[in-house]
Each structure stands twice: as C-alpha cells, then as structure tokens.
C-alpha cells in the first residue's frame, strides 16, 4: 500500500482551467500554469490533469509548460491514442496517463501501453451513475450512456490489467460537495487488486480521513481545492501542514 495522497483534479477546456458540476456547469478557475505555481507553493502531493477539449489532438506544447512549471507528480489524461502519443508524454515529465473511456473503446491499446511502458503508468477511472431506477451504473460521460456491463465484470477487468491504481469516479456527485458514496466506494475497494482512490463529492477534511482509515490509496478532489468561504469564492487552496499531519495520523 502507498502512501495516502490527496490529490488536486484539474479540468483543462481549451488551454482554460474549469471546475464542472455533475460535468455539465462550468465555473473558470484560471490559467493552468498559474495554478500549478500555486500547488506547487502549496506542497501538493500529486495532481491529476483531465483535458476535456473536444479536439482531435493533444496539446503537448502545454503540457511541456505544465510539466516545466511544476515540482509535483504529474498524471494526464485526455486523448490519448498511441504508443508514441504515450511516450511523448511520458518524456516530458508527467508519471501516469490516465485512461477512461479507452477501456471500452480499445482495450487491447490499454494493454499494450502497460505492456510497453509498465503498469506504475497507467491509472485507470471509471464513472459510476445511477440510473432511472437508481442503480449503480458504469456511465460513459463521452457519450452519455450507461453499459450493459456489471460493475464486478468491469472490476474483473482491471484486475487482469493491473494498473498502478483505480479511480473510482462518482458522476452523481461531482463538484456538488455532498460528500464521497463511503458505503459503495467501501464495498468496490475490496474487489479491487491494486490501490484505490475515490473522486466526486468531497465534502470536508473528514472524507479524506475516512477513506484513509479504510485503507484507500488516496482522495482526488477538485471543489475542496478551488473554493472557499460561504460564498464558494474561487481561491486555489490545498490543506494545511496540521490538517495534512492530522490526515496522516489517524
């Protein structure tokens, strides 16, 4: 088991860093490399970059400026597709990709990156929904369906890949604040053979200790880290050295 990480999400839309509710309202937080100076100020343990831009191509002269600007464990995710695509990323300094909906869509691409570059590189997440009916659901956010695929089925899956670590995204709850789904994140985290972390929902300091206590990997959060005060003002933020110690230790 690593270290316990609580880990900064940032959304990038056209070179622009967004904040997103159940990824549909979109907030602008700032420029990307002016936030990575501050978490890198902050002492951010890691921090996981989403680019959501509907382009056919990634944006690898940001990337470089990102990478060259931060002191912190780098993971990207968007648009990735070959081998050389991986590698180039890999080379500018960034340690995983993430992948999502490629599971789905190229499977055996997934297998051969770790095949390749190994599986501490890959970090895999996967969007949980419920339903009409309130069932729990693989959810596809790229083309807004569910899968006919049972969550133990798709948990099999990765098993056999094993990747460095598994997110486990709750659509349902992002950006909203409620607090992480603990019962179900709970139950599918002793189904899971690697490490495990959750996003969507973070509430408070309290859901970090919790999933800690549960012998989670790590939390990726995004609202906690973005906002503050009782009119949810945008101020890039990370915990403090006494509520990190205070994370740790319990």
Do not use: W
């Not at 599918?188 to 929902?201: A, D, Q």
Request: net charge neutral; charged share 25%; glycine share 6%.
């Amino acid at each position: 088991m690593t270290l316990f990480r609580a880990i900064p999400l940032l959304l990038i839309e056209n070179e622009e860093c967004i904040k997103t509710v159940n990824y549909k309202k979109k907030i602008y937080l700032g420029d990307p490399i002016n936030i990575i100076k501050i978490y890198n100020d902050l002492g951010v343990d890691e921090i996981i970059i989403l680019d959501i831009s509907n382009k056919n191509s990634i944006n690898f002269k940001k990337l470089q400026e990102i990478s060259s600007e931060s002191f912190i464990p780098l993971t990207y995710g968007g648009g990735v597709s070959t081998l050389k695509e991986v590698e180039k990323i890999l080379s500018l300094g960034f340690e995983k990709i993430s992948f999502n909906n490629k599971i789905f869509e190229d499977l055996n691409f997934v297998e051969n990156v770790i095949k390749e570059f190994g599986s501490s590189s890959v970090s895999i997440s996967f969007n949980i929904k419920k339903n009409f009916f309130g069932e729990d659901k693989i959810f596809i956010k790229k083309k807004n369906k569910y899968l006919d695929i049972k969550i133990d089925d798709y948990l099999s899956i990765l098993n056999t890949l094993k990747p460095a670590e598994v997110i486990i995204n709750f659509v349902d709850l992002e950006g909203t604040r409620k607090g992480y789904n603990k019962k179900l994140a709970r139950s599918l985290r002793g189904k899971i053979l690697t490490n495990v972390l959750v996003y969507g929902g973070a509430k408070d300091i309290n859901d970090f200790i919790y999933l800690k206590n549960e012998n989670f990997s790590g939390a990726v959060a995004s609202s906690i880290f973005s906002f503050v005060g009782l009119d949810q003002g945008v101020l890039i933020n990370y915990f403090n050295s006494t509520e990190l110690e205070l994370i740790h230790k319990n």
